[in-house]
T-cell receptor, first 116, second 118 residues
Framework: AQTVTQSQPEMSVQEAETVTLSCTYD???????LFWYKQPPSRQMILVIR??????QNATENRFSVNFQKAAKSFSLKISDSQLGDAAMYFC?????????????FGKGTRLHILP | ETGVTQSPTHLIKTRGQQVTLRCSSQ?????VSWYQQALGQGPQFIFQ???????GRGNFPPRFSGLQFPNYSSELNVNALELDDSALYLC?????????????????FGPGTRLTVL
């Protein structure tokens, strides 16, 4: 069975600074997707960034980028120029590419605080 | 374009009772998934419906059941409620059936229903 581990329950960063959230996962599959989701106090889960395992290039979405290390099974999220609106719970997540249904496996989350 | 909506927002039930939670998919989406998010945890996959049929299920007992209607809205039913069923229940919709590359369909989540079982 696949597992996703986030070892940092909480993190804080000064506004405009850069922060990196860590995630490791365990799988015996070779083809899968990895995600970072953001859950603000409104509770609605929002997709931040997606990485396909077959792609070597790290995904980037504006201020958000990932460091995907497939051999090490590591998938960290870097947020540059942190903004107050980035404060939220962040979940690392995994989805097999071989299933015909969208079973997403989530980590326990990291609560990110932005200090003004 | 209307996003995913869920009702009710909050619900309080007593152990042993039954509950029905509702979800309206994003416009045009025909696939709905349900997740349970206990306090301080990440969401856990319950099941998914595609075109009114359950096509995938997580590690949840049969007292968790669902329905999807012809308009692709969905219900999650939980019978014989237990204290551990207290959680945020999230619904997510997407277009089409998941599959290997390049069949990636983004899931869009609703704001959830907070269920408290006393």
């Amino acid at each position: 069975a696949q597992t996703v581990t986030q070892s940092q329950p909480e993190m804080s960063v000064q506004e405009a600074e850069t922060v990196t959230l860590s995630c490791t996962y365990d799988t015996s599959e070779s083809d899968y997707y990895l995600f970072w989701y953001k859950q603000p106090p409104s509770r609605q889960m929002i997709l931040v960034i997606r990485q396909e395992a077959y792609k070597q290039q790290n995904a980037t979405e504006n201020r958000f980028s990932v460091n995907f290390q497939k051999a090490a099974k590591s998938f960290s999220l870097k947020i540059s120029d942190s903004q107050l609106g980035d404060a939220a719970m962040y979940f690392c997540a995994y989805r097999s590419a071989g299933l015909y249904y969208d079973k997403i496996i989530f980590g326990k989350g990291t609560r990110l605080h932005i200090l003004p | 374009e209307t996003g995913v909506t869920q009702s009710p927002t909050h619900l309080i039930k007593t152990r042993g009772q039954q509950v029905t939670l509702r979800c309206s998919s994003q416009s045009g989406h025909n696939t709905v998934s349900w997740y349970q998010q206990a306090l301080g945890q990440g969401p856990q996959f319950i099941f998914q419906y595609y075109r009114e049929e359950e096509n995938g299920r997580g590690n949840f007992p049969p007292r968790f059941s669902g329905l999807q209607f012809p308009n692709y809205s969905s219900e999650l039913n939980v019978n014989a409620l237990e204290l551990d069923d207290s959680a945020l229940y999230l619904c997510a919709s997407s277009l089409g059936l998941a599959g290997p590359h390049p069949n990636y369909n983004e899931q869009f989540f609703g704001p959830g229903t907070r269920l408290t079982v006393l």
